[in-house]
């Protein structure tokens, strides 16, 4: 058995709140597991166009699941979210094509690991999933942006960046890696062991996810495991 | 706090290989967790045309990821689940009607608790989702009542008794019930905590749903937590 650093990736999306609940806990073990964690900015209408698949919540039973289940697993999780007023219209009408090339572009311009981009990708989901505010427009996603601890010229810089060809082509490249390890929604989360990628859909199999890498669960806060026992 | 015993009830299609694991995990518990456990024989496909759902393999990503998950779930919870060869046909075609009819005239008959219900279950569950053997004819049936336990001649009540209207009208009333709770597919546990009723689809909120009742999660295997830790 090697003792070098397992590489996890996880594609995500900012208009998915399961995405965020899963992109927190991994961030949370990415200094207690030996992994090397990988964000992977992409679009999720992408892969539900690409897999053929259709938004949970077009089924009225599974909405209204997924208000209570979210609502419950938030708490859990000690992830701050919170249904917008007009969940529909942020997530079919608005969506996030705006705000996944602008991460897209931090991403880009990221020059130690996936710090800023951890950062800015926190900050949005804050402002869609916790706030109830805009992240469509340019001056959103400068707000997240300088919120995350980006300078106003680097800012100014990511918002001529994002609508480059370059990076929505990376964004598109990003979908089509997810797609290939069988993505039909997100979070989508890859770990890659002895060769071989394993990938876990949703954000309800760490557990599973961590025997798979032979580490331990202790929880979705790995800090307090006493919470959970 | 009351000390009396949580009701946990458990709707289940044995057409569905998600509700195989998320009752052996329940029935390991019904010992080491406070509950009382009531198993509610269902019918999945009255579910998915009520709630205007469709079977998660029509999209051809998820069918692919669902056979990995299920590989890597049914190991990870020591469940012998074994894909048919022909799960399209098993699922879809032949379906499951005549066996959830059985399963409700068996709890229809029960004298205490759900303990014959439960062998049974888990006999008809071994023909489709382990040994890949028809569960549409009286003889299937019958082979699968005789394993569990039952006499030749409890048997052949049952084979009269399961194609009576007021089974019929019970496996229909137990399903409505189900889509009360909002079901759009199973298995759907519901957990009835101070006088509400708090529902968990699928056989991944096992940690969630133990923090739920005030319970502790000790893994797939609660007689064995350190496979898990």
């Known amino acids: ?55 949970p919540a077009m089924v009225p039973n599974k909405a209204v699941y997924m208000q209570s289940d ?59 999933w916790s706030n109830d505010q805009d992240i469509t427009l340019p001056e959103s996603l400068s707000e997240a942006g300088l919120k995350a601890g980006l300078s106003a010229t680097e800012v100014e810089e990511l918002l001529q960046l994002y609508k480059s060809q370059p990076v929505k082509d990376r964004l598109k490249h990003t979908t089509e890696e997810a797609v290939k390890h069988m993505a039909f929604g997100f979070p989508l989360t890859v770990c890659h062991v002895d060769g071989k990628a394993e990938a876990f859909f949703g954000s309800d199999r760490f557990e599973l996810l961590a025997h798979c890498i032979g580490e331990k669960w202790l929880g979705p806060q790995p800090d307090k495991p006493t919470a959970k026992m």
Chains 1, 2 share one sequence.
Request: charged letters at 25%.
């Open 1 to 55: 058995m090697s003792s070098s650093r397992k590489v996890v990736e996880l594609f995500y999306d900012v208009v998915s709140p399961y995405s965020w609940l899963g992109f927190e806990v991994l961030c949370r073990y990415r200094n207690v597991w030996n992994i090397e964690l990988r964000l992977r900015p992409s679009l999720l209408g992408g892969v539900m166009k690409e897999s053929g698949n259709r938004p």
């Open 70 to 128: 979210l609502n419950r697993l938030a708490k859990y999780f000690s992830v701050p979210v919170c249904f917008p007023e007009n969940p529909f219209e942020v997530m079919f009408e608005k969506g996030s094509l705006n705000a996944m090339r602008f991460l897209t572009a931090v991403s880009e311009k990221e020059t130690s690991g996936d710090v800023m981009l951890e950062r800015v990708s926190r900050e949005i989901w804050k402002r869609i």
